[in-house]
C-alpha cells in the first residue's frame, strides 16, 4: 500500500475497523435484540444494507475527527511520537462513545421496541428515575465489564495496528500523483458520505421503504437517526393554520369550525345517550389507568396463552370498544391525552415535559360535582406529570409515592397490589360522587412481582409460545398477568367495602408494549406500523350499562367526552376528542401518530392513509374483510383526516393552555 499516503492509508483502515465494529453491533441487534427472523428474505437484507451504509458514513466520520492529529504537515502524530499517543488518547474517547451509544441504543429498544431517537433527552429531565430503572431492569455491572474489554480490545488494535502505518517511511511522489490521491479519495470519501449513487444522499426515510417498524429499525444508526430526528421538532400551529381543514373537523366532530370559544375547536354539546338520568343521585367514577396493556396481550382479543382471564370476564359484563388505540406510545403522552383530550404529537420531548402548556383545559372538570382523586405508586414527577395534574384538574388530590405506607418495590413505587388497596381506603373515606384514577405500574420493567400478598403465582411457558403470542419474555407475560390478578383484586375490593355497586369503571391502557405483529390482531395495523397503539377501552356499571361489544373506532382522545356523556349535563369540549355514544354508526376515522417518522395515521377499519410530515410521503389503501391494507394509488378521505388532526392537534397543545387572569 505504499503508493496511498500514510495519514490516507491510517483513515481508511480505521473506517473499515470501526465499520467493522459497527456491522457486528447490527448483526448482534439482529440476532439477540430484534423480533425480526434471522433469514435471507428480500427486505431484511435491504434493510441490513441500509443499515450498513449509514454504519460506513458513521465510520468515516468518526476517523475525519482525528484529523486534528494529522492535518498539518510537520506538526502532527505522523512525526511527533507525543502526538501519537495523543492520537491514541483521543481515539479512545471516540470509542467510547460509539460503545455507550450502542449499549443504550440496545437497552432503549429493549425497553420502547424502538431505536435511540432525539426524544431521548425527555429522560435526562428525570435522571435519578431514569438511572434507578436501569440498575433494576439491566445488569449495569456485566454490561461496564463487557464495554471496557472491547474498548481495550479496540485500543489494543488502534495502537499494535493503525498508529504504526503513521511511523511508515514517507514516499516522494510528483505532483500529479498527490492530485490523483486528492480526486479518488475526495470522491470515495463524498461516495461513502452520500450512501448512494445518486444526488439525493442515503437519508432515514430509506430504512421505511416497506412500512414495517421492525425492519425499519434494522436499516437504521442510533447517530444518524438521534441527528435526523432532532432536525424535525413539532411545529406549533394557528388558527389560520387550521383553515383548509375547517370542513374536515366539522365532519370529524359534529360542530361547527371555528367556534367563537376561547380556542377554535371549543364547542358546547349534550350527551345523546347517557347512562345517569337523575342528576340527583351521581354515580362516583373509577378510572384505572393498566399500564402496557396492549390489545395483542388479552385473551378477550385472540391471545391463546389465557394471560388475562379476570380481564377477559370483565369485558362479557362490560361496554367494550375493541377497536380503541392510543394516538401515541408513551407512558407519559398518555397521560397528557387522558386528562387534555389532545393527542400528544411533540417530536422530542412528551407535552408534560414542556413548562408552558401544562396548564391545560379539561372536560373532566365538567363533572364538577366529583371530588377528584389521582393515584399512582411512583413519583408523580417523573415526566413533570405532577403539574399537568395539578394545573389541569380542579381541587384534585394528588396521591404518590412519599403518601403511601406500603414498601417501595422497585423505581415505580409500591405494588401495584398496594396502591390498590391504600387507594380503595381512600375512596371509601371520599365523600361521594367521587373521582378516583388509579395509575398502575408493575407491568413494566423491571418487572418486579413484589412480596404483597396478593396471592399471585407465575406461570411457565415456552420461548416459542411467548414469541409466537407477542410476549418479550417470560417475565413480561407474568407481568400482564399479575396486572390482570390486580385488576380482579380491585373488583374484590370495591365489593368489599360496598364501593362497587353506584360506581362506573373505566379502564384503559397507556399503550401496547410490544410491535411484533401476531395473527389475532388486523394485519393493517402492523403494515402501517401501528403496533404499539391498539388498547382496550372497557366501560363497567351493571346497574347503568349493559353489555355490549361496540366496534366504533376511537382513540384515547375520546376518553373523557366519553366518560362526561354517560351523565346528562351539557359541557364545554375543549378537547379533540368525541363521545364514542355519538360517533357510533358513523365510520369515523380515529387517529395515530407516530414520533419516530413524524408520520400520521388515520383509519377507520373499511380505509387507511398515512401522511409523513417531513418527507410530504401520502399512503393509501382500503382495508379488505380480512384486516388487509390494499395499497391504492388514488388518496382516499383518511388522508386529509390525518392532516387534519395532526393539525389540530398542534393548535390545541397551546390553544388549549388556560388563560392568565389579570
Not at 393527542?343 to 365538567?366: E, G, L
Not at 360496598?498 to 397507556?510: E, G, R
Not at 382496550?536 to 376511537?554: K, Q
Amino acid at each position: 500500500m505504499n503508493f496511498i499516503p500514510r495519514r490516507v492509508q491510517y483513515l481508511l483502515l480505521l473506517t473499515l475497523a470501526l465499520w467493522g465494529l459497527q456491522g457486528l453491533f447490527r448483526i448482534l441487534f439482529w440476532g439477540f435484540i430484534s423480533e425480526l427472523p434471522i433469514t435471507f428474505e428480500g427486505d431484511l437484507l435491504k434493510a441490513f444494507w441500509v443499515g450498513l451504509r449509514f454504519d460506513l458514513r458513521v465510520s468515516l466520520l468518526a476517523a475525519l475527527m482525528t484529523l486534528p492529529w494529522l492535518i498539518l504537515p510537520r506538526f502532527s502524530a505522523v512525526n511527533f511520537t507525543l502526538l501519537s499517543r495523543f492520537l491514541g488518547y483521543w481515539f479512545g474517547i471516540i470509542l467510547i462513545v460509539i460503545l455507550s451509544m450502542y449499549v443504550f441504543d440496545a437497552g432503549h429498544y429493549l425497553y420502547l421496541s424502538k431505536r435511540i431517537d432525539a426524544s431521548i433527552v425527555r429522560f435526562s429531565s428525570d435522571i435519578s428515575i431514569s438511572t434507578a430503572m436501569m440498575w433494576q431492569s439491566y445488569p449495569v455491572i456485566p454490561i461496564c465489564i463487557g464495554m471496557i474489554l472491547v474498548w481495550w480490545l479496540g485500543y489494543w488494535f488502534h495502537a499494535h495496528y493503525l498508529l504504526p502505518l503513521l511511523q511508515q517511511k514517507k514516499h516522494h511522489r510528483r505532483w500529479y500523483s498527490h492530485c490523483v490521491h486528492v480526486v479518488v479519495i475526495g470522491a470515495l470519501f463524498l461516495l461513502i458520505l452520500l450512501g448512494r449513487w445518486s444526488l439525493v444522499p442515503l437519508r432515514w426515510n430509506h430504512a421505511f421503504f416497506n412500512g414495517n417498524a421492525q425492519v425499519a429499525a434494522l436499516g437504521l444508526n442510533p447517530f444518524v437517526w438521534i441527528y435526523d430526528t432532532a432536525r424535525f421538532p413539532t411545529k406549533s400551529a394557528n388558527k389560520n393554520d387550521l383553515k383548509p381543514f375547517f370542513s374536515t373537523l366539522s365532519h370529524l366532530f359534529g360542530s361547527d369550525f371555528p367556534s367563537t370559544g376561547a380556542a377554535a375547536l371549543d364547542r358546547w354539546e349534550t350527551p345523546p345517550a347517557p347512562a345517569v338520568n337523575d342528576a340527583k343521585t351521581l354515580p362516583n367514577v373509577v378510572i384505572v389507568f393498566m399500564e402496557s396493556l396492549g390489545a395483542s396481550h388479552i385473551g378477550a382479543y385472540g391471545n391463546p396463552l389465557d394471560p388475562t382471564p379476570n380481564i377477559d370476564a370483565l369485558i362479557t359484563q362490560s361496554r367494550w370498544y375493541p377497536n380503541f388505540y392510543v394516538p401515541a406510545r408513551s407512558t407519559a403522552k398518555s397521560v397528557f391525552t387522558s386528562i387534555t383530550g389532545i393527542p400528544d404529537v411533540s417530536a422530542i420531548k412528551t407535552a408534560t415535559r414542556n413548562p408552558y402548556i401544562t396548564h391545560q383545559r379539561s372536560v373532566i372538570n365538567a363533572l364538577v360535582q366529583h371530588e377528584k382523586h389521582y393515584m399512582l405508586g411512583g413519583s408523580a414527577g417523573w415526566a413533570n406529570m405532577s403539574a399537568l395534574i395539578h394545573n389541569s384538574i380542579q381541587g384534585v388530590n394528588l396521591y404518590e409515592e412519599k403518601y403511601w405506607t406500603s414498601p417501595i418495590v422497585d423505581v415505580w413505587g409500591i405494588s401495584d397490589y398496594s396502591l390498590i388497596t391504600e387507594a380503595t381506603t381512600i375512596l371509601k373515606r371520599a365523600t361521594p360522587p367521587f373521582l378516583g384514577y388509579i395509575q398502575t405500574a408493575a407491568n413494566h420493567s423491571p418487572y418486579t412481582i413484589a412480596d404483597d400478598k396478593s396471592g399471585f403465582i407465575a406461570q411457565q411457558r415456552t420461548d416459542a409460545e411467548l414469541k409466537d403470542n407477542g410476549f418479550a419474555s417470560l417475565e413480561q407475560y407474568n407481568a400482564v398477568r399479575l396486572l390482570d390478578h390486580n385488576i380482579g383484586k380491585l373488583f374484590e375490593q370495591f365489593k368489599r367495602n360496598k364501593l362497587y355497586d353506584n360506581t362506573i369503571f373505566v379502564l384503559f391502557s397507556d399503550h401496547q408494549a410490544s410491535s411484533v405483529q401476531v395473527k389475532h390482531l388486523p394485519e393493517y395495523i402492523f403494515q402501517f406500523g401501528m403496533g404499539e397503539l391498539p388498547v382496550p377501552l372497557i366501560i363497567h356499571a351493571p346497574n347503568l350499562i349493559s353489555p355490549e361489544v361496540d366496534h366504533t373506532f376511537g382513540s384515547l382522545p375520546d376518553l373523557l367526552p366519553t366518560i362526561v356523556g354517560l351523565f346528562p349535563q351539557t359541557y364545554l369540549n375543549t378537547s379533540l376528542g368525541r363521545d364514542l355514544a355519538w360517533a357510533k354508526g358513523k365510520n369515523l376515522p380515529t387517529y395515530g401518530f407516530l414520533q419516530a417518522s413524524r408520520t400520521s395515521v388515520a383509519f377507520n377499519g373499511d380505509q387507511i392513509a398515512s401522511v409523513n410530515h417531513v418527507t410530504g410521503q401520502v399512503i393509501s389503501a382500503n382495508i379488505d374483510d380480512q384486516g388487509r391494507a390494499l395499497m391504492t394509488k388514488q388518496n382516499n378521505p383518511m388522508v386529509e383526516a390525518a392532516k387534519a388532526y395532526y393539525l389540530a392537534s398542534q393548535y390545541l397543545l397551546k390553544a388549549n393552555v388556560k388563560k392568565s387572569k389579570k
